[in-house]
């Protein structure tokens, strides 16, 4: 059952992060650094923009909730109110272009670029807003130059940081802030939310989402995401389907991609890993509750090869070699370790 405050905020499977940034508004308690950490497409976005609504409506219906409709709550859904900056690998990459240069961490110039914005006071509003996406990305030289920020905020500055991984981040900077993570949202919830924007395929869609609400909703206004997923969920079959050579070699064409895309080849490593989980359960005799219905066939033939233990065995497998890559264990090494571990067929 999703909580008013949460119906009231439009957001989806986190009740209590809703709850607690809400109650903070109420009782005039904001922190002035937030880090909101979650896999990619969880609602990350969706929730902080509600949040800053609520911070900025000017005809709220309640305590801590937004009305939708003043321009302070147009301008935030536009991404155009003129006291909140966001920071990301996109626009970065848009200032490198104009200076000749690319890069795929935010850098210590950017960081100081938010330290710049964060000294403006307020136009419109009560706070001037900082947002930093994609903070996963940020170097460890740009995290040292944000500590100054945040050790020594200006009174009316918010901080939000938006990671994907949480982990890739410096205790110094975790320390500083206040710690938000989103977590997988149930599928039922995920179905509801389809159903009542017109789906009339909620249950596969919220299946496949694997707990990413944003996802599910990309996916519904762009049909080509979902196919694009079916079509990585047969790549990942063929890839366990192989025998011992051609599994290494595709272990090493991934391994080489992870340089120019950590979080494409961290997508497939997750398709990757919920597949065994499906055989798992097939071979368990609970093939109602697989995730990926169209390969199910396909998949019952797969797990008859392999015991149990087998099928455990691959998929704790994939769960190391994801865990290795974001400890920043050498690509080539976590993945060929990975195949090796997988039972033969």
């Given at each position: 059952?999703?909580?008013?405050?949460?119906?009231?905020?439009?957001?989806?499977?986190?009740?209590?992060?809703?709850?607690?940034?809400?109650?903070?508004?109420?009782?005039?308690?904001?922190?002035?650094?937030?880090?909101?950490?979650?896999?990619?497409?969880?609602?990350?976005?969706?929730?902080?923009?509600?949040?800053?609504?609520?911070?900025?409506?000017?005809?709220?219906?309640?305590?801590?909730?937004?009305?939708?409709?003043?321009?302070?709550?147009?301008?935030?859904?536009?991404?155009?109110?003129?006291?909140?900056?966001?920071?990301?690998?996109?626009?970065?990459?848009?200032?490198?272009?104009?200076?000749?240069?690319?890069?795929?961490?935010?850098?210590?110039?950017?960081?100081?670029?938010?330290?710049?914005?964060?000294?403006?006071?307020?136009?419109?509003?009560?706070?001037?807003?900082?947002?930093?996406?994609?903070?996963?990305?940020?170097?460890?030289?740009?995290?040292?130059?944000?500590?100054?920020?945040?050790?020594?905020?200006?009174?009316?500055?918010?901080?939000?940081?938006?990671?994907?991984?949480?982990?890739?981040?410096?205790?110094?900077?975790?320390?500083?802030?206040?710690?938000?993570?989103?977590?997988?949202?149930?599928?039922s919830a995920i179905e509801v939310m389809l159903v009542e924007?017109?789906?009339?395929?909620?249950?596969?869609?919220?299946?496949?989402?694997?707990?990413?609400?944003?996802?599910?909703?990309?996916?519904?206004?762009?049909?080509?995401?979902?196919?694009?997923?079916?079509?990585?969920?047969?790549?990942?079959?063929?890839?366990?389907?192989?025998?011992?050579?051609?599994?290494?070699?595709?272990?090493?064409?991934?391994?080489?991609?992870?340089?120019?895309?950590?979080?494409?080849?961290?997508?497939?490593?997750?398709?990757?890993?919920?597949?065994?989980?499906?055989?798992?359960?097939?071979?368990?005799?609970?093939?109602?509750?697989?995730?990926?219905?169209?390969?199910?066939?396909?998949?019952?033939?797969?797990?008859?090869?392999?015991?149990?233990?087998?099928?455990?065995?691959?998929?704790?497998?994939?769960?190391?070699?994801?865990?290795?890559?974001?400890?920043?264990?050498?690509?080539?090494?976590?993945?060929?370790?990975?195949?090796?571990?997988?039972?033969?067929?």
């Amino acid at each position: 059952m999703i909580s008013p405050a949460s119906a009231a905020w439009g957001v989806v499977g986190h009740d209590a992060a809703v709850e607690r940034l809400r109650r903070q508004i109420v009782v005039g308690q904001v922190r002035h650094a937030t880090l909101v950490s979650g896999p990619a497409g969880v609602g990350k976005r969706t929730l902080v923009t509600a949040w800053l609504k609520a911070l900025n409506c000017q005809h709220p219906p309640a305590p801590g909730e937004f009305c939708g409709e003043c321009r302070a709550c147009a301008k935030i859904e536009r991404g155009v109110h003129p006291d909140i900056q966001r920071f990301d690998l996109e626009s970065q990459a848009a200032a490198s272009a104009r200076k000749g240069g690319m890069n795929r961490q935010i850098t210590i110039e950017t960081a100081r670029d938010v330290r710049s914005s964060a000294a403006i006071r307020p136009i419109e509003g009560r706070w001037r807003v900082v947002v930093i996406d994609d903070a996963e990305t940020l170097a460890e030289t740009a995290q040292e130059a944000l500590l100054k920020t945040l050790e020594e905020p200006p009174p009316s500055m918010l901080l939000v940081l938006l990671s994907d991984d949480q982990e890739a981040l410096l205790p110094t900077i975790l320390s500083r802030c206040q710690l938000i993570d989103l977590k997988p949202v149930a599928s039922s919830a995920i179905e509801v939310m389809l159903v009542e924007r017109g789906a009339g395929n909620a249950a596969e869609l919220a299946r496949m989402a694997q707990g990413r609400p944003g996802w599910a909703l990309r996916a519904l206004t762009k049909p080509a995401l979902a196919e694009q997923h079916l079509s990585d969920v047969e790549e990942a079959i063929d890839w366990l389907s192989g025998d011992s050579y051609q599994r290494v070699v595709t272990a090493i064409k991934q391994a080489d991609r992870f340089a120019k895309g950590r979080a494409e080849t961290l997508d497939r490593l997750t398709i990757l890993h919920t597949v065994w989980r499906d055989l798992l359960l097939i071979g368990s005799n609970l093939p109602d509750r697989v995730t990926y219905l169209a390969p199910r066939d396909r998949l019952s033939m797969l797990a008859a090869n392999w015991t149990l233990s087998d099928l455990k065995r691959g998929l704790v497998a994939v769960q190391t070699c994801i865990s290795d890559l974001e400890a920043n264990v050498r690509p080539r090494l976590a993945m060929e370790t990975m195949v090796l571990q997988w039972p033969n067929r």
